[in-house]
């Protein structure tokens, strides 16, 4: 189980640290994302750490976001720095059991969070 926290409201500029919390298992060995739906909006990658620690970001997002991830807590953080009002939106942790993992896609991860919503305000 998944548990998404960290979100609320912020100016442009500003900062927010979400975490992603895993439960009943392990998730050392799991490759790790983060995905973000605006209203009226597909599902987007944000970020992805796999189990080996490689990280992967969107373009949108590179230079701005960190993804890190703390096996002793079983916990996933997205560093969010320089907030813009485009950065808002619902996002979702999830994780990969899958040995071709393939960060960018929705369809490579098993176990999602239940979002929360991140508000950017100009």
């Known amino acids: 189980q998944l548990q998404a926290s960290g979100g609320g409201s912020v100016q442009a500029g500003g900062s927010l640290r979400l975490s992603c919390a895993a439960s009943g298992r392990t998730f050392s060995r799991y490759s790790m994302g983060w995905f973000r739906q605006a209203p009226g909006k597909e599902r987007d990658f944000v970020a992805a750490i796999s189990w080996s620690g490689f990280t992967y970001y969107a373009d949108s997002v590179k230079g701005r976001f960190t993804i890190s991830r703390d096996g002793a807590k079983n916990t996933m953080y997205l560093q969010m720095n320089s907030l813009k009002p485009e950065d808002t939106a619902v996002y979702y942790c999830?994780?990969?059991?899958?040995?071709?993992?393939?960060?960018?896609?929705?369809?490579?991860?098993?176990?999602w969070g239940q979002g929360t919503l991140v508000t950017v305000s100009s």
């Open positions: 999830a994780a990969s059991r899958r040995t071709w993992f393939q960060p960018r896609e929705t369809w490579s991860y098993d176990d």
